[in-house]
């Protein structure tokens, strides 16, 4: 999986948002699809690269699937958990 954690730790350095980025030429939507870690084609890539002047190392970088879909099934339990505390404390604030 590419991901672009090293993008999102650019922007806040220079105090960018992701929509900053449609300032590089590239369509509304494009910076959603950075954020969420969706495919890109070079040519996004590349506007994205000109317009930070960096390499594309330095915007993305590569973690196998399986490590990937771990990470993220770890999150999404944990959150789950938060949910389910969130609505116990909830209850209990009520009584």
């Not at 959150?79 to 604030?93: N, P």
Request: with cysteine; hydrophobic share 35%.
């Amino acid at each position: 999986m590419i991901v672009y954690k090293k993008l999102k730790k650019i922007l806040q350095d220079r105090n960018m948002q992701w929509k900053s980025l449609c300032d590089a030429g590239i369509s509304v939507n494009m910076p959603a699809k950075f954020s969420k870690n969706k495919p890109m084609n070079t040519d996004i890539i590349n506007k994205v690269c000109e317009y930070l002047h960096v390499q594309p190392s330095e915007i993305m970088e590569w973690i196998p699937d399986e490590e990937y879909n771990k990470a993220n099934e770890e999150i999404a339990s944990i959150e789950a958990q938060i949910a389910e505390l969130e609505a116990k404390k909830k209850q209990l604030q009520g009584k």
